[in-house]
């Protein structure tokens, strides 16, 4: 909640002085007697609690006024954002073999696409600084999130990943990698990379893995390659060999770029790039940070026009005075 004016909200403390100082006055008699004799006989008199219940519709409607002045408002706030970082382009496998529950934490089996994902969440939270973006690919490369600075946004987007999320049936290496490419071509900063996590070999798409790595080079674009999948594990599985990475593409696509491959088998292995990503050269940039506002002032407004016509009506109707 936002006061965009909150000394509008001091006039709210006159409101009760103005009312005690009117009362106090009192207000003109419709009927002048010479004796209150006269109407000694009339039976059921009672004083009437018309006009106080008016004045307090009087009175809650000019204070509603007064709030719709302070203007409130539901935000977050629009701010700059002095970004001393890097700009990142995550490209996830979300192909069925992520499936694979070759992982073990805490003596529980996880998936490789659970894996990936924890320490993804991770990767984001340690790195308030760069910008990330996201990118998915199987059959087919596509865009999960822009590179953004609104880490909480980003990490909405990863959380609503799934396998089935696209086409899981075959793993597009190269489209995954071009998909990635095109979020970084038109970015300034010194520093662009893309992280690479697939757990298989490249058998679908319209560009090969390493020309895509080739336009990387080209831009300047260092992709680090990370392998998913316990071997172990798989061959005493009985899985075949399309089940692990194909350590030699992702090695050649690392070096060419300058960069480096990583066999992320277990936990603490993926977290290494994390240390690599930390040597690489920052550059600093201010950007805005935009949120949505919902301006509140026209429910005060509204309300109170709403209560001010109905003292007016009932004032000239049911509760009708004397002049």
Not at 7 to 29: C, D, E, M, S, V
Not at 289 to 318: H, M, N
Request: glycine residues 8%; proline residues 3%.
């Amino acid at each position: 909640m936002v006061i965009v004016h909150p000394y509008f909200l001091l006039l709210l403390a006159l409101l009760p002085l103005i009312a005690w100082l009117q009362g106090k006055r009192g207000t003109p008699p419709a009927f002048l007697y010479s004796s209150l004799n006269l109407v000694k006989g009339l039976t059921g008199l009672r004083r009437s609690r018309a006009g106080a219940f008016l004045a307090a519709l009087r009175w809650i409607s000019l204070a509603l006024f007064i709030i719709a002045l302070a203007q409130l408002q539901l935000t977050k706030s629009t701010t700059e954002v002095k970004a001393s970082g890097i700009d990142i382009v995550v490209a996830l496998d979300l192909s069925g073999s992520m499936r694979t529950r070759d992982y073990d934490v805490n003596g529980q089996g996880v998936s490789r696409f659970d894996m990936a994902k924890s320490v993804l969440e991770k990767f984001v939270k340690e790195r308030p600084d760069d910008r990330i973006g996201l990118v998915i690919f199987a059959a087919q490369a596509f865009i999960a999130c822009p590179m953004t600075l609104d880490h909480d946004y980003l990490l909405d987007n990863i959380d609503r990943l799934g396998i089935g999320t696209i086409n899981s049936d075959a793993t597009a290496i190269g489209d995954g990698i071009i998909t990635a490419l095109n979020r970084l071509r038109n970015v300034k900063s010194k520093s662009k990379i893309i992280v690479l996590m697939t757990d298989g070999a490249n058998n679908s798409g319209k560009i090969d893995p390493m020309t895509a790595a080739e336009a990387a080079q080209a831009l300047g674009v260092k992709i680090y390659t990370i392998g998913l999948g316990n071997r172990e594990i798989v061959e005493r599985l009985g899985l075949p060999a399309g089940f692990l990475p194909d350590e030699e593409t992702l090695k050649q696509i690392s070096q060419l770029t300058g960069a480096r491959e990583y066999r992320g088998d277990n936990t603490e292995k993926l977290r290494g790039i994390y240390d690599e990503i930390d040597k690489l050269e920052k550059t600093e940039a201010v950007l805005k940070k935009y949120t949505q506002v919902r301006e509140l002032f026209p429910w005060f407004i509204c309300s109170g026009a709403g209560l001010l016509l109905l003292e007016i009506g009932l004032a000239q109707t049911i509760f009708r005075r004397l002049p």
